[in-house]
């Protein structure tokens, strides 16, 4: 069974570029959530996206965006990217309405460098 | 709002020492309460989870258990061992997962 899978693993850009991060959810879920977790700290909630909507948004700007295609894989696109923005970028995919946060299945992320 | 607060790290122990990591909560409601780990390059793994109040959780030795009177759930386990080492993080759940910072555990043979 496989589980979230994330490409690429790692990812260098430059300041002021663009970026898409892809998510391909476990099977049988229809929920993706990213997550920003910078170095030394706990993982930061960006959004969530069911039935290709985003339904929930964390304190992040306009410059993060995605996307969840009819297959329920997702991509998380970040706009003039900033030194800040350097992170581990983790999905996790469940269903719609995990039992009180149970079932959620987190990717091993992608660790964007931004230089 | 909802937030997390574990002690920091890092936790630095000789093989089959006694753990704890502090965890504390605030919250509105009743959210389910979890930890998780992540080993070096590597995303995150559910460790144990509890879903109301006096519940235990319980994994591969680890224990937890949520403390409604305290707003706690502290990490133990009786007998650590070098394969333990990781990065430990408490996190509640209401709509979204919140996570604390991370605590680092060291387990030396």
């Known amino acids: 069974d496989a589980g979230v899978t994330q490409s690429p693993t790692h990812l260098i850009k430059t300041r002021g570029q663009q970026v898409t991060l892809r998510c391909s959810p476990k099977s049988g879920h229809d929920t993706v959530s990213w997550y920003q977790q910078a170095l030394g700290q706990g993982p930061q909630f960006i959004f969530q996206y069911y039935e290709e909507e985003e339904r929930q948004r964390g304190n992040f700007p306009d410059r993060f965006s995605g996307h969840q295609f009819p297959n329920y894989s997702s991509e998380l696109n970040v706009n003039a990217l900033l030194l800040g923005d350097s992170a581990l970028y983790l999905c996790?995919?469940?269903?719609?309405?995990?039992?009180?946060?149970?079932?959620?299945?987190f990717g091993s992320g992608t660790r964007l460098t931004v230089v | 709002g909802n937030s997390v607060t574990q002690m920091e790290g890092p936790v630095t122990l000789s093989e089959e020492a006694f753990l704890t990591i502090n965890c504390t909560y605030t919250a509105t409601g009743y959210p389910s309460l979890f930890w998780y780990v992540q080993y070096p390059g590597e995303g995150l793994q559910l460790l144990l989870k509890?879903?109301?109040?006096?519940d235990k959780g319980s994994n591969k030795g680890f224990e937890a258990t949520y403390r409604k009177e305290t707003t706690s759930f502290h990490l133990e386990k009786g007998s650590v061992q070098v394969s333990d080492s990781a990065v430990y993080f408490c996190?509640?759940?209401?709509?979204?997962?919140?996570f604390g910072t991370g605590t680092r555990l060291k387990v030396l043979a």
């Open positions: 996190a509640l759940f209401g709509r979204k997962y919140i």
């Open positions: 509890a879903t109301k109040a006096d």
């Open positions: 996790a995919s469940s269903l719609i309405n995990p039992e009180g946060g149970y079932g959620y299945t």
